[in-house]
């Protein structure tokens, strides 16, 4: 169903928002309402929120998601004049539409669905000039998957294959050159012919030439990949005489081209495919070291520090910039999205990235990107904070539709497993904006069932209710006094060994960050 209704979920509704307790309501696939006391439709799917958090759908600016692989390679046809091969023998095809390649029931849709992405850039495969991608939701085979159609051209800097022209980088060049003022003249020559054809050829322009016409104009944005630095120079040195409304993809390690990306005011997807950290070898204290060796492996180590911090660098120089998933393995992306983090860059950029800043670069920040009404009904559902270690997307809701995703079982073990561990005194902190208010919370656990008190710091106690115990994550509401009223409040902790830290939900006013920590236990 595409009406669907979230109830009593922390919504957090865009990058750097602080939770709020509340509805979602979703009609015909549109979020209509959003916040407390919401009506819904009574045809409406429920999915009940209680200790759930609610983001934007996740969205991939620049992939090949529902493009599959060739199950071979095509042999190459030989060529007569090496030196003018043909457009698609020199993989140059503008005219190519995504859509002709595009598979909806392709693994890879379900596979970033199942991570928390609801929408695709998905683009063509192939060489210089691969094609128009569009933007599509990552929905099932019976739904129509695209929001818009032929909203970029797509290439990169590959050369043709089989020792044709444009067999080198300089060619490549030559030959983008030549393809955009060939568009530009074509264009005019067609535009001055439906204005007046008297004295005029008619036009009869190569396909391939009329599908760059919306690029030359600036209608259409032209997505470039450009891995690494000296790539980077040249496509910008190549973009000056060219004049296209350039953005650089899959960009991996900008180093030296940071300060011209920055001078010519581009806008970058920055690869997620990041290689991993070298593990450290064990020394044989009795051997000397090889000093070639270990040269080797010092440059290697740089290297990848590069790329790890590739989107920091790129924050701290103050350019736009999205994900580009072009060539991340699905099973790697939350992986390597915790490398990024682990450089100091923080949640609320990640999640920036993911969310509003690739929907403002896609030109669809009006409909996704964020929890608003009026906005596609994209939604995760997640089973903590998103970038806590534990959590879990429990749903991805894609224009009202729920898939839902299962938690893979963990192994018990004694920490995680047992209620029992919970049982003591924990001395709690809740951060209240510029305030800090402190408490004393005293758990019990007998037969699986938990109870226990809370205590404030003017002494006053609390018994909690419908306390729930679920892997290292627990819940429980207590009522309290607020300026002489009685308000209901909601703590959602994960609890590590002798430490829990969440939020703390106080009715009305919100949700704010909590921690605690276990007293020592008295000694006999």
């Given amino acids: 169903s595409k009406n669907l209704v979230i109830k009593n979920v922390q919504i957090i509704s865009k990058a750097g928002a602080s939770p709020i307790l509340g509805d979602i309501v979703i009609e015909n696939g549109i979020i209509t309402e959003i916040g407390r006391s919401t009506k819904a439709p ?87 000039i691969s094609g128009q991608g569009s933007i599509i939701l990552l929905t099932d085979k019976n739904q129509s998957p695209f929001i818009k159609k032929n909203i970029s051209m797509n290439g990169s800097m590959k050369s043709a294959r089989g020792r044709i022209y444009p067999s080198t980088v300089i060619g490549v060049m030559a030959k983008y050159r030549d393809l955009v003022t060939q568009a530009r003249n074509a264009q005019t020559h067609e535009n001055k012919y439906k204005s007046n054809p008297v004295g005029l050829t008619r036009p009869n322009y190569d396909r391939e030439i009329q599908a760059l016409y919306f690029t030359v104009a600036g209608k259409q944005k032209y997505f470039m990949q450009g891995e690494e630095a000296k ?129 403002g670069i896609l030109g669809i920040s009006n409909v996704a990107g964020s929890l608003e009404k009026g906005k596609f009904g994209n939604i995760i559902l997640t089973t903590d904070l998103l970038f806590e270690e534990d959590h879990h997307i429990a749903y991805n809701i894609v224009e009202g539709i729920a898939y839902k995703n299962e938690k893979k079982a963990k192994k018990p073990t004694k920490e995680n497993s047992e209620a029992g561990n919970l049982s003591g005194s924990w001395v709690l902190v809740a951060s209240l904006g510029d305030n800090e208010q402190s408490g004393t919370l005293v758990l019990n656990e007998k037969d699986g069932d938990i109870s226990g008190t809370i205590t404030s710091a003017e002494g006053i106690d609390s018994d909690i209710n419908d306390a729930s115990w679920h892997g290292n994550r627990l819940s429980f509401n207590f009522d309290s006094e607020v300026d002489q009223t009685e308000v209901n409040m909601q703590v959602d902790v994960n609890v590590s060994s002798d430490t829990m830290k969440g939020t703390i939900t106080i009715g009305p006013l919100g949700s704010f960050p909590l921690e605690g920590s276990k007293s020592p236990s008295p000694k006999k």
Avoid: W
Wanted: glycine residues 4%; negative net charge; charged residues 30%.
């Fill in 42 to 128: 009574n045809d409406a799917e429920v999915i009940q929120g209680d200790s759930l958090f609610a983001y934007p759908s996740f969205i991939d600016a620049y992939s090949h998601t529902a493009v599959p692989k060739p199950e071979k390679k095509e042999d190459l046809p030989k060529v007569k004049n090496p030196g003018q091969p043909g457009y698609e023998r020199a993989g140059i095809t503008p005219n190519r539409l995504v859509e002709e390649q595009l598979d909806i029931t392709d693994k890879s849709v379900e596979e970033m669905r199942k991570l928390g992405f609801g929408i695709s850039h998905c683009v063509p495969r192939g060489g210089m």
């Fill in 231 to 359: 790539d980077i120079h040249r496509i910008i040195e190549l973009n000056n005489s060219l004049e296209l409304p350039l953005v650089i993809a899959e960009l991996k390690k900008a180093n030296s081209a940071l300060e011209k990306i920055k001078s010519n005011n581009l806008t970058v997807l920055v690869s997620l495919d990041l290689p991993d950290t070298i593990k450290v070898e064990k020394v044989d204290s009795t051997k000397a070291l090889d000093p070639k060796r270990e040269a080797l492996i010092k440059r290697k180590q740089e290297s990848i520090s590069d790329y790890h911090n590739n989107t920091k660098a790129i924050i701290e120089k103050g350019i736009p910039f999205a994900f580009s998933f072009l060539d991340v393995k699905a099973k790697d992306i939350h992986k390597n999205l915790e490398m990024i983090r682990k450089t100091g860059v923080s949640d609320e950029a990640v999640l920036s990235a993911l969310t509003i800043d690739a929907a």
